[in-house]
């Protein structure tokens, strides 16, 4: 039917045209000043978006014999530990199959839209403004200071991931670019959207070792299904990267002091019979990993081995500098006394004992203690501690440490 009014080319059509332009225009500007603070809709109601917390979950129907180790254990763990030291955490780290280096330091997390909001216009331009609200929410999570300093030691670039809670759903959802990804935060920063295969391609442009190792569980969706679902005529997958459950800081001088590795018992196994060893099949890659991260800063490893069914524990400190494994089993009635027994014991051996620790602001060079160093290795000339095997192709007579130091005193 014609009423002589509508026309393609008409007024009418401009008309309506600009309307939607207009209505566009302010709630676009509405939901920008909300996540900025500036909107007085938005100073006495909740923000549009919260991150979730980071737990890990299936994302399948199926039965396991193992499941994700419930308890509140390591948040007691970690309370005990602030007491005496700094603690950071990292959701992923990078380090090349040569083991020489750390390209990546990653944080990932999954967010959700107040459903109040979800009526609100969103543009492309608004996944800017959201990364601008959930890295203010991220920050409150984070030692800022340590994360700083800890990718100041590791030159390596941090990089904030921030995906739809769920996402993806499925492999058709897997390719619409929901990734939001805040890219060397401290650096360039740059605020790009990805797909699954643009973030696979990243990675592995960071280096990203690849594995066949699947995941039963994870903290989000993404890397569930990024270690799960192989791409087309692939092998293996370039999943995300593994986090550190801890790095532990000198409270005073702010040193780096030690990586954590937290091993949980959900089975009811013998704690003497916990091993780091135990894990080499299905974690080798990730073993191997956190050896290279500790040689790189010449850091000790500490594996805490803990169970839900009982309140022992096996404290290991791996330090493979200098071939070093000392074990320690800690019997208790309770878990805060275990959490307080494991500070004890860190204390102990980081704070009291002469380390082979390095990175301090005051005193950057690397100062090994080599009473434990293997008589057929060569020692460095720069400071004494051992030069290992994988370093010879480097330079057989300064330590990656020392090596690594020079340089970033030649370019400042």
Not at 226 to 250: C, I, M
Not at 393 to 402: H, L, N, S
Request: with cysteine; aromatic share 10%; hydrophobic share 35%.
């Amino acid at each position: 039917m014609n009423t002589g009014t509508s026309t393609l080319n008409g007024a009418p059509v401009d008309y309506v045209l600009s309307r939607i332009r207009e209505l566009a225009a302010q709630k676009h500007l509405v939901y920008t000043e909300i996540l900025l603070g500036t909107s007085e809709i938005g100073q006495n109601t909740e923000s549009p978006l919260y991150l979730n917390e980071r737990v890990p979950r299936k994302f399948d129907g199926s039965i396991y014999s193992r499941n994700p180790a419930i308890s509140d254990f390591l948040g007691l763990l970690e309370k005990t530990f602030s007491n005496d030291f700094t603690l950071a955490k990292f959701d992923g780290y990078i380090v090349p199959t040569d083991g020489d280096c750390v390209t990546r330091l990653l944080f990932c997390r999954e967010y959700t839209r107040r459903q109040s909001y979800k009526d609100i216009l969103r543009t492309g331009a608004d996944c800017d403004i959201e990364a601008y609200q959930l890295t203010k929410e991220l920050f409150a999570e984070l030692d800022a200071w340590r994360t700083v300093f800890f990718s100041r030691e590791t030159k390596a670039a941090i990089d904030f991931l921030f995906v739809p809670y769920g996402y993806p759903a499925n492999e058709m959802e897997a390719e619409s670019k929901l990734i939001t990804i805040v890219r060397d935060i401290f650096g360039d920063l740059t605020i790009d959207q990805m797909s699954v295969q643009d973030l696979r391609r990243y990675l592995e442009s960071q280096r990203k070792r690849k594995t066949s190792k699947g995941l039963t569980f994870a903290c989000t969706k993404l890397e569930h299904y990024l270690a799960n679902v192989k791409s087309h005529g692939e092998s293996l997958v370039t999943a995300f990267p593994g986090d550190v459950d801890g790095v532990l800081f000198d409270k005073d001088s702010g040193n780096l002091l030690a990586i954590l590795e937290y091993k949980s018992d959900t089975i009811n196994k013998p704690i003497v019979s916990e091993s780091s060893s135990n894990y080499g099949n299905e974690d080798k890659t990730r073993l191997m990993v956190l050896d290279d991260i500790c040689n790189i800063l010449n850091l000790p490893l500490i594996f805490v081995f803990w169970s839900v069914h009982h309140t022992d524990a096996k404290v290991t400190v791996r330090n493979t500098s200098y071939g070093t494994n000392k074990e320690h089993i800690l019997r208790c009635s309770t878990y805060r006394e275990l959490a307080e027994n494991i500070n004890k014991l860190a204390k102990s051996i980081l704070l009291t004992a002469p380390l082979s620790v390095v990175p301090s602001i005051q005193s950057p060079v690397p100062v090994p203690v080599v009473t434990d160093a293997p008589q057929n290795q060569p020692l460095c000339t720069e400071c004494g501690g051992i030069i290992k095997p994988q370093w010879y192709k480097y330079d057989k007579t300064v330590c990656y440490p020392c090596r690594k130091n020079k340089g970033s005193q030649a370019v400042a």
